[in-house]
């Protein structure tokens, strides 16, 4: 895999059934490392390593209802009282950073009501604050620090 806008980070990893695997913290267990996979993985590493989040407020891949659909957002931080203080967007590094990434997690957020939303491609990353009164977003430099 090659080399992402993120710090090195230790990964463990595993060989089964001709496959690389890569350890989620998370979910502990492995997942098959495919290329998104290696932008999460980073994604969370970083969250608890630089971003000093706790693991306990990080959730990864789970399932939403969009309007009758099943969906899966990549990456959730909740605040201390449950809500959802950010949500994170991945896509492969192969991936460009489009309107429609942003329309994606912009719909998903509809449900969520996320404060913050970051979309990554693990080469590019944007980050950006939600104003739900006027409907609209505005971007930052990047995601707050965990504040205890």
Known sequence: MLPLNFPVYNFRFKNSENKVHIFDVIRKKFVVLQPEEWVRQHLVHYLIA??????????VEKQLNINGMKKRYDVVVFN????????????????????????????????????????T???????????FVQEKYS??????????
């Open 50 to 59: 630089v971003k000093n989040y706790p693991k306990s407020l990080i959730n």
């Open 80 to 119: 201390s009282n449950g809500s959802i203080e950010i949500l994170f967007e991945c896509k492969a590094p192969e991936i460009k950073i489009s309107q429609t990434t942003f329309d994606q997690i912009a719909q998903y957020n509809m449900n969520l009501k996320a404060n913050y939303l970051m979309v």
């Open 121 to 131: 491609n693990g080469l590019e990353h944007f980050y950006c604050k939600m104003d």
């Open 139 to 148: 971007f930052l430099q990047d995601i707050p620090d965990f504040k205890r």
